[in-house]
């Protein structure tokens, strides 16, 4: 069974610049998070799908990020325009089941995203 | 404000003996804990649990202790092993919400 997967690993890209991260999660589950990480800090929840709506958006830094989930698969995470201060690994992770706490989430690798 | 503190940043430990990570929390509400590992370039996994009805849960070389009067949990691991070196992230959550994270502990098993 494959894993959660996310595209692309790497990206970067100047300030004022849009960057769209994919986050694939495993197939099934209709659990799906975005995290943060900045270097050195704690991993940061930013939003949850069940299924194509967002269950919690309460750690969305702003709304300059936008994220889908169209058709309750695959979403997206869009920065548009990216500050400096966005940098940062990006998780995805997906869980199936209630999608409360106790459900396993799975990680995906993240997308290391640098802001010049 | 970070409700979940992890203030060891890194711990070296000799293969064999124990490894024992640290996690405060400050919120009285969350009541499940878990901890992951990551390793570089890979996303954290899952490790191990604990509800707060419990002060204990093992789990192989794996025990998670709870101290809720405290509100400090610990991860200990035994024997511990160079392919436990990894970063270790304790999380907790309230009423199934969304998972806090702290900070972090880069372990580091010396052969």
């Known amino acids: 069974e494959a894993g959660v997967t996310q595209f692309p690993s790497h990206s970067v890209i100047e300030k004022g610049q849009t960057v769209t991260l994919r986050c694939d999660p495993i197939s099934g589950h209709d659990n799906l998070y975005w995290y943060r990480r900045v270097m050195g800090k704690e991993i940061k929840f930013l939003l949850h799908?069940?299924?194509?709506?967002?269950?919690?958006e309460s750690g969305m830094p702003n709304n300059r990020f936008l994220a889908e989930r169209t058709g309750g698969t695959y979403s997206t995470l869009k920065v548009q325009p990216a500050e400096l201060e966005d940098s940062g690994v990006y998780f995805c992770?997906?869980?199936?089941?209630?999608?409360?706490?106790?459900?396993?989430?799975?990680f995906g690798p993240g997308t290391r995203l640098t802001v010049l | 404000d970070q409700q979940v503190k992890q203030n060891s940043p890194s711990l070296s430990v000799q293969e064999g003996r124990i490894s024992i990570l640290n996690c405060d929390y400050t919120n009285s509400m969350f009541d499940y804990f878990l901890w992951y590992k990551k390793y570089p370039a890979e996303g954290p996994t899952f490790l191990i649990s604990i509800s707060s009805i419990k002060d204990k849960n093992e789990d192989g070389r794996f025990t998670v202790f709870l101290n809720k009067s405290a509100k400090h949990l610990s991860l200990h691991i035994v024997p511990s092993q160079p392919g436990d070196s990894a970063v270790y992230f304790c999380a907790a959550s309230a009423a199934g919400n969304q998972f806090y994270f702290g900070t972090g502990t880069s372990l580091t098993v010396i052969p």
């Open positions: 992770a997906s869980s199936q089941s209630s999608g409360g706490a106790t459900d396993t989430q799975y």
């Open positions: 799908f069940v299924k194509e709506s967002k269950q919690d």
